[in-house]
């Protein structure tokens, strides 16, 4: 690379980092501040929705009250004297004062509600609430001063003055028609201006007349005007009984308009919360915490529980259940080949078949005939699937030879290779299973021993017993070795250990010697008990080394129960 490209490609680097670094500087404060509003928002919302909540239940609960009074109040006052109505007029106004220093600013309400202070903004509410009653109870107040100010029979009074209207009216229209004929006919000329100087000189008896006319014509105007005075009071009086009523019945309205403030604060507060990314994150979590906490606590003690129910009442009733034997068979028993080890020289002679997992197998002779067999035994394939002994290696010899055969899987397992005479029946679990060598043409006899008949048989979970009959070769692993014990007159081991027993021997369980070890999974809950004229094989380290722990060991114990259950 040239000096220029190597500059360039330096420039550019840099100019490409100075960008990002500007670009982080624009972007990152507005950020911070944006997540620093957004979680003062999450940190005060909750509690102004949980106090606003509050306060709206306690609002529900004082309008209910409070309703009935009011509507008591009202039907009180409006059977009261006029003396009573003064004075409660006289009252409100310092009651509302009184209640106006309740209220709190909005500011203050908002940090009321943020510090949780439901009294505070119950008290709010409750003071405005007050006050539009108190308002309200002023109105019905002064409606009812206005109707007390013509008082009696209404509609009786209007009558009568309605007759003094048109009683009045006529009158009015008659001194009116006098007064403009005596005008027409004797104000006339200087005798008029001397009737007016002097009207007690004769010859102005006309001129008195029209005097009285007018006198007449103005009182029947005046009549006429106070009676639709009267008109208009008796009207104003029953608009302030009306007035009064409809003043009566809103105290419902009242409270319900307070109450719609308060739950409309508290939808507009649940969009603020659901607006917060925060929020919207916590509250899904918080409202299913207590459940999950629940699960966990179940899923913890559950197994514990569930272990020291086993331990003091299933296994002691198993434990005293008569052992039982499997197959009726004296005297004939496995033979060990010698002792385990990570590989085996397998013996296979003319006329003899190996079948071994693949992974399992070394080395073999070229003049091997290799064929693939898919199941160990078609008889049981659901249990040849459940043992992994599918997909197994078959060897055939031309001569007697050797096939180098070594454990799998387990760094710590062995093999060793068990001899089963005719007539010789082994039960094995077939996980511990890694190959067998059998005649051509005489496979090895693979059967089944149900035993649900037997409580003991339900309580330890093992239904299903698998037996392989002779002769043939069974090449077994276990971890740290495979052991052969002789049972004689009595020998126990812990059955996580077991890997199979002569079929001939009394079979029987007893419970493990401590129960803190059978807690904390160190060891299973049963020790199987053998008896009789035969072995029994056993790994020294049970199932490759896994603990079950004091919660078990979740789905894969499960499993492994149930593959007991059937005898794998």
């Known amino acids: ?51 606003q909540a509050e306060a709206l239940e306690r609002f529900e609960a004082y309008a209910a009250q ?43 309400l908002a940090l009321a509600g943020a510090s949780g202070n439901a009294d505070a903004v119950f008290g709010h509410y409750r003071a405005g609430a007050e006050i539009a009653l108190l308002e309200r109870e002023r109105r019905v107040v002064d409606a009812l001063l206005s109707a007390s100010a013509a008082s009696g029979d209404r509609a009786r009074q209007r009558r009568v003055e309605m007759a003094r209207v048109e009683a009045s009216y006529r009158a009015w229209v008659q ?12 104000l006339a000329g200087a005798r008029n201006a001397v009737c007016r100087a002097t009207p ?7 001129y008195r007349a029209l005097l009285e006319a007018e006198r007449q014509r103005d009182e029947a105007l005046a009549q006429n005007k106070a009676a639709h005075s009267a008109i208009r009071a008796i009207d104003a009086a029953d608009k302030a009984a009306a007035a009064a009523e409809v003043a009566a019945g809103g105290a ?29 994150v916590q509250q899904p979590v918080r409202e299913v915490l207590p459940t999950a906490l629940l699960i966990l606590l179940v899923a913890i003690l559950a197994p514990a529980l569930w272990k020291t129910f086993f331990y003091f009442v299933v296994a002691p009733a198993a434990s005293r259940r008569a052992p039982i034997q499997l197959v009726a068979v004296d005297g004939l028993s496995v033979v060990e080949r010698g002792r385990s080890s990570v590989s085996q020289q397998v013996p296979v002679g003319p006329g003899e078949e190996l079948l071994v997992l693949p992974e399992a197998l070394q080395s073999s002779p070229h003049h091997a005939q ?78 089944r021993r149900w035993r649900l008949g037997h409580l003991s048989a ?36 812990n059955q996580a250990n077991t890997l199979g027993f002569d079929a001939g021997l009394h079979y029987g369980v007893s419970r493990s010697e401590a129960f803190g070890p ?4 160190r060891q299973e809950l049963f020790n199987d008990s053998f008896q009789g004229r035969g072995h029994y094989l056993y790994e020294e380290l049970p199932m490759g080394g896994r603990k079950g722990g004091l919660w078990g060991r979740g789905l894969r114990g499960v499993g492994d129960a149930v593959l007991k259950l059937f005898g794998l």
């Open 252 to 280: 419902g309205a009242v409270l319900a308009g307070e109450q719609a403030r308060i739950a409309g604060e508290l939808e507009t507060l649940r969009g603020r919360a659901g607006a917060n990314w925060l929020l919207w």
């Open 518 to 521: 059978y807690l904390t999974g």
């Open 1 to 51: 690379m040239s000096f220029g490209a190597a500059l360039l490609r330096w420039i550019g680097r840099h100019l490409l980092s100075l960008a990002l670094i500007v670009a982080a500087l624009l972007i990152l404060p507005p950020a911070v501040r944006w997540i620093g509003a957004q979680a003062e928002t999450a940190r005060a919302l909750p509690k102004q929705q949980e106090a």
């Open 66 to 108: 409070r309703r009935a009074m009011a509507e008591a109040e009202t039907q009180r006052l409006m059977a009261a004297p006029v003396q009573v109505l003064e004075a409660r007029r006289a009252a409100i106004p310092p009651e509302i004062a009184r209640e106006q220093q309740a209220r709190l600013s909005a500011a203050g």
């Open 370 to 447: 290799k064929r693939t067999k898919w199941l160990l035994n078609w008889s049981i394939p659901l249990s040849s699937l459940a043992a992994g002994m599918v997909g197994l290696v078959r060897l055939r010899m031309a001569r007697a030879d050797t096939v180098s055969v070594f454990a799998m899987g387990d760094p710590f397992a062995e093999i060793a290779i068990v001899e089963l005479p005719p007539g010789a029946a082994l039960v094995l679990r077939p996980r511990a299973l890694v190959g067998l060598v059998q005649p051509v043409g005489q496979p090895a006899r693979l059967t």
């Open 200 to 206: 007690v000189a004769g010859g102005c008896e006309n």
């Open 458 to 493: 339900w309580l330890t979970l093992q239904l299903r017993f698998l037996v392989f009959h002779g002769p043939c070769l069974l090449i077994v692993q276990g971890t740290r070795g495979v052991r052969v014990g002789r049972a004689g007159d009595g020998r126990g081991t």
């Open 175 to 186: 001194a009116r028609d006098r007064v403009a004929a005596l005008n027409g006919r004797f």
